[in-house]
């Protein structure tokens, strides 16, 4: 599947399958540590992902500088090599922020673009659905919308998708939000009207892939899966094969090892430095890449932390 | 399965399949409609569900006076008559108030208790637990915990129900939640400690039952399943049969379903006073109660929600 | 003022000054310490406050059984013997269930009730001014608006009050949502209507009470004032005379003293067992109560809190 | 007071008194409207403003690629010509973005700056601390912290605020949190630490400005204050002359005027459009800019809010 840019003939439609959010790799001083990079990549590939999704927000986006961002998204479609798609994050406030960093993707050769709603100023949904239409209008790549209220704090709303779903606004959904009960009236609106074949709906919710999955999802956007694409992997070739309980099996195990993304201290340090730290320092103890290091000011994982990481993996195999 | 009380060799262990919420009818001024409930029974009873859960959200429990619950659950136990376990809420703001309904409901013939956390004043999980400890140290029931943050304002913890899990506090879980990242991670730790056959999860998100059941819950707690109690049940029967794939459609049929509970009119109701209206005046088309009357100050659904719902279940094929 | 019921004519229009939500004594076995109850009230009077209210959120009313209010309302009611009028929180789910507080209240001699929108099932704001129409047509007392966010989710918005205060549904409102700007819009538009010399506004901020003042407000229910009333007293004399100086320099005070509701250990305990915790322990070691004990579930304040609480009262010169 | 750089002598030690945070405005196509912005600089300055704050939220900072930030800092330094220092806001995700911004706003003349902590990734208020720490020692600018929990989801505390305060990292708040509680503990904590003389506290809570200021503010952020600059710059004169009564009136005055921000149509557009809307017609309709356009994706005022802008201005005087 050799895609070498926004060639909107060689974009899969729909895109099925893994597509880990990468992992930004840094230096012990911060900067983007692109052998690492490069190395977790290969990592990703040679477990048989289906396509990359760089600058979400696993890959730390918010912390990164825009030309943290730039050196990241080329070393990532660069390694890649056109062996799989790349979809570029360009998250940030609104719409035209989003725009310059979307046509900075085009040209560093992203195959699709990854958005949310605008954030810090709140807007309605029919100005949340102008801004989509904006980008999509501004920049000719596919655009997949990022729907992730933790992060973003409102939602993407049903009406709202299924209209840009219908006008080609949007080519996909990644839904972080967890409320699989909206995605399954999505799935079944998008049914209805014919788009289930054209509109791309990822998960990122990765302890309930086989769930969606059974739903009717096309793929899963795991963060978990940075430390093991071979679990989601096994977990989406039970499911397209229909071996629903081995697909379960296989989420409870990866269910279990989710458990090195809680090891932090929550006395001193964010949930989230707690879940990237504990990826980090597993992909650091799996000889993926050189340094745990998370980006600033996020405190990083204490050593208790990280021997109970070793602990988790040892412990699923994987070590 | 004749249950008349709290005899816990007869409490099924752990409960599986079909629980609804049952609806409180109401007349037009106001009173339980005891007939309607009685009839109410019945057509659930006849679809073959598991259980029945009154006093719940579904029940309007918010809105009923103290007497008012008294009828709902006596006539309940009465119509049931032991043909099924009869589960009842004894939601209020803290554990004196519980305690007192808990004594009530126990007199009254019910077979299992359902609370939640403290509300209106917030507790510490700490707090929360020992909350669920004196509850059950003072009424010899079966309870379960009812995680509803929509209407509660906190979360159930998988650590606060792994304790109380395990000391024996509480017998069960209904997670209406929506939260089905956290509930995963439930039962694989409860089945890594051995208390899945002991303890028993009822999800309450009726949209993603077949996805629940998948990962390992026991049953469901439909409020949906007060209009169609059989597609419930023949969810549930595929899913335990592993037809997977044949849950799943009849899961989307009830998913296309649920579009009833959204025809309010947003500008001058809750959404709640539109989906209990909904519910209510689809059962009443359906001939099962005699008024689709809500609790005050709940608004009516307006006439043409009413030709909507009419709608909806013509071409779900139920009228 | 003898105020011996619901003679519209005796409820002083506007009520003005300080009005503290009484706390509820407690024996360490749980029960309602009307001992101390009578004591705490003659500790409230002989400072020269204006009014009490019981029954409130610092009265700890979500943790009391319904005999519990009972007992609280009547002590306290003839322990008052009509000297100052007697608010009665009335707060529970929704409509039916305060109307039953509220017939209860009357029956006891209270002077006036205080209901909040409903909570658990949420309300659309028609249906909550519904809700509070139906409480004020079952019960022939002044009624006044809680607004308080934090426990009930919901926030009483300008437009609603006006029309409760318009039409004579609402006597008055307790601001404990801590939005000053919200009510200042309110103080001006009820001036603009002439509605502020019938419409009762009391704020339950008690660090911002100089300004609630300054901006009009007619009086002050603060939890603190259990504590020290003589200070919020004094506060109410400057502004009404005017030296708002001395005004904001007593807050200023009394900013300092609620220091002693963050002693508590947080890992441990709610924010709000903390609070009130502080609250009767300070009561205690200025021997107006007899027991600290808060009720279950929450946690008792640690030895080292209490002595902190002591530090506390000392440094402020109460001790 | 000529301020050309960041030589801390020349930056005003508490700085006080009226800080319009300053609207941009923009072509019908979008632009940065240079010449507008200098007028509406003038606009403020000719009313005795004592320093301006651009890029702020009143600023559509959320909306403004980084080319319009640069422009709209740079014109607005160049107008104001050293008259009043101008405090640049530095709005971003995180530190290194945030850090970026800084160094640009140096460059660029600013006098001091203006952060937030992180958002969309959630921070620890440890890691927030450290957040602060790092951008002061990149950029030798005075630092004000924003508390704007509405935009940030996450609230600066009273200790996190002491400890900065106290080891010199910020100058100043800007509190845009509408908690006039916590605030009024900060200032009490920052008289008692002997810090009031040199941490600058700026309320950016437009419709309490005369409380805050009784309360040991030193001065305000108004967004109204781009409309109506000399109606803050009066509340403050009657303020610091001790004249609470005139204060609280010309506030109430204000209140009024602030219905400006609510004539949009709640159907079509969000909050913050309605609001920034009124603003720049009232600007408009007032001569002083010449385009009301906000800034996309945001819906612009329809035509009966513009007449409705109209009509409040007139009632104010103003027009």
């Given at each position: 599947m050799p895609l070498t840019g926004p060639d909107s003939t060689t974009w899969p439609v729909p895109l099925t399958g893994v597509v880990p959010p990468v992992c930004t790799p840094l230096t012990p001083a911060g900067h983007?540590?692109?052998?690492?990079?490069?190395?977790?990549?290969?990592?990703?590939?040679?477990?048989?992902?289906?396509?990359?999704?760089?600058?979400?927000?696993?890959?730390?986006?918010?912390?990164?500088?825009?030309?943290?961002?730039?050196?990241?998204?080329?070393?990532?479609?660069?390694?890649?090599?056109?062996?799989?798609?790349?979809?570029?994050?360009?998250?940030?406030?609104?719409?035209?922020?989003?725009?310059?960093?979307?046509?900075?993707a085009l040209a560093l050769g992203a195959d699709a673009l990854v958005a949310?709603?605008?954030?810090?100023?709140?807007?309605?949904?029919?100005e949340t659905a102008d801004h989509f239409r904006r980008v999509r209008a501004a920049v000719d790549l596919p655009l997949i919308g990022y729907d992730i209220p933790s992060s973003v704090h409102s939602k993407l709303t049903v009406p709202t998708l299924l209209a840009l779903a219908g006008d080609g606004t949007l080519a996909g959904l990644k839904d972080s939000s967890g409320d699989l009960g909206s995605?399954?009236?999505?799935?079944?609106?998008?049914?209805a009207r014919g788009l289930d074949r054209t509109f791309t709906v990822l998960t990122g919710?990765?302890?309930?892939?086989?769930?969606?999955?059974?739903?009717?999802?096309?793929?899963?956007?795991p963060g978990l899966g940075n430390v093991d694409p071979a679990g989601y992997v096994r977990l989406c070739a039970h499911a397209r094969a229909g071996r629903w309980a081995e697909a379960a099996a296989e989420q409870d195990r990866l269910a279990s090892l989710f458990a090195l993304t809680e090891t932090?201290?929550?006395?001193?340090?964010?949930?989230?430095?707690?879940?990237?730290?504990?990826?980090?320092?597993?992909?650091?103890?799996?000889?993926?890449?050189?340094h745990p290091a998370t980006a600033a000011p996020q405190r990083p994982l204490p050593d208790a932390s990280v021997r109970e990481v070793r602990r988790i993996l040892a412990e699923a195999g994987l070590l």
């Open positions: 983007v540590d692109t052998r690492s990079l490069r190395s977790l990549v290969e990592h990703l590939l040679a477990a048989g992902v289906d396509a990359l999704f760089v600058l979400g927000s696993s890959g730390e986006i918010a912390y990164l500088s825009d030309a943290q961002r730039r050196t990241v998204l080329g070393t990532a479609v660069d390694a890649v090599g056109g062996r799989v798609p790349v979809l570029a994050g360009v998250i940030d406030m609104t719409t035209a922020r989003v725009t310059d960093h979307a046509r900075c949310t709603a605008p954030f810090y100023a709140a807007t309605h949904p029919a995605l399954r009236r999505l799935l079944v609106a998008l049914r919710s990765e302890l309930t892939v086989d769930g969606a999955l059974l739903a009717g999802a096309h793929g899963v956007v932090g201290d929550p006395a001193h340090m964010s949930v989230g430095a707690s879940a990237l730290g504990g990826f980090k320092a597993a992909l650091g103890l799996l000889g993926v890449i050189d």
